[in-house]
């Protein structure tokens, strides 16, 4: 169970060439839980998702797993435990789906082991639960943008890490496929306690699915916590330079974020009022 797991960034500094993105953040993801890191584009929300899964190395402070530097640890070992989605990943050209998905068994082979019924198992299991099953014997670079981005989330879920690490995990799906992908997740967390931490452009879709929300600001974390807590008029004007309204959302509960335009401004009532749903 990935409850027993931690993970944390200790006065992180992250950048590229000349610049640097992350200076000096401090984070700690809630284990077993389900963590959203949301803010404006270019704010850092990528950067700091490479640094954690050791892409990136740090210009200055550290990851942790377990106590452990990331950046000090075995790739296979940390693959074993911990498990990352990129933003934009390639595969190999010509591969086919089931050829990509056995990829994510990887970190559990060992110099001389062979291909197992557990990884048999592991493989159908995480197609049939992105509904790529019918895909398999398909090539990669022949499916459709969402088609894609199911089969790599079903690599993530074959590698079988108790730290799952996603970058827009719900990027070319459309609506009902990004609910799919959503609940799939929340089930993955609640029944394996998998600790997932996930990039998302949608406000609304973080708090609905997240336990614990990030929110990054020129690259430090300007609030974290609750999504009710976290997702408020003060912070949404401050991370996104957007005015809104915060409700409660009637089906779920979790805050709903309504962006106020300009032309649905009303004289009597000022876009300025802060606080939070509830």
């Not at 074993?80 to 086919?96: C, K």
């Not at 895909?135 to 089969?151: I, P």
């Not at 929340?186 to 600790?195: A, P, Y």
Request: charged share 20%.
């Amino acid at each position: 169970m990935s409850d027993t797991h931690s993970l944390t960034a200790e006065q992180l500094t992250l950048g590229y060439g000349d610049r640097t993105v992350i200076e000096d953040l401090d984070l700690v993801v809630p284990a077993g839980r389900i963590t959203a890191i949301v803010g404006a584009n270019a704010c850092g929300k990528s950067t700091l998702l490479r640094s954690m899964s050791r892409l990136l190395a740090p210009r200055g402070g550290r990851v942790l797993l377990d106590g452990r530097a990331v950046h000090g640890m075995p790739a296979k070992e940390l693959a074993r435990t911990l498990g990352l989605l990129p933003q934009s990943p390639i595969a190999p050209e010509g591969i086919t789906v089931a050829d990509l998905v056995g990829r994510g068994r990887h970190p559990h082979q060992g110099i001389f082991s062979r291909w197992s019924r557990e990884d048999d198992a592991a493989v159908a299991a995480a197609l049939e639960a992105t509904q790529t099953t019918a895909l398999a014997d398909r090539a990669v670079d022949e499916l459709s943008g969402g088609q894609r981005q199911r089969v790599w989330i079903a690599m993530a879920l074959a590698q079988h890490t108790d730290v799952l690490l996603l970058d827009e995990p719900t990027t070319f799906l459309d609506v009902s496929h990004q609910i799919e992908v959503l609940d799939l997740l929340t089930d993955l967390n609640r029944t394996r306690g998998t600790t997932v931490v996930m990039v998302l452009h949608d406000l609304n879709m973080a708090a609905r699915y997240a336990d614990h929300l990030v929110a990054l600001a020129a690259g430090r974390v300007h609030a974290a916590g609750a999504p009710a807590d976290v997702l408020t008029v003060d912070t949404v004007r401050a991370v996104f330079e957007l005015e809104c309204r915060v409700i409660v959302d009637p089906t779920s509960g979790t805050p709903l974020m309504l962006p106020i335009g300009r032309h649905h401004m009303t004289a009597d009532e000022p876009v300025a009022a802060g606080g939070r749903a509830g």
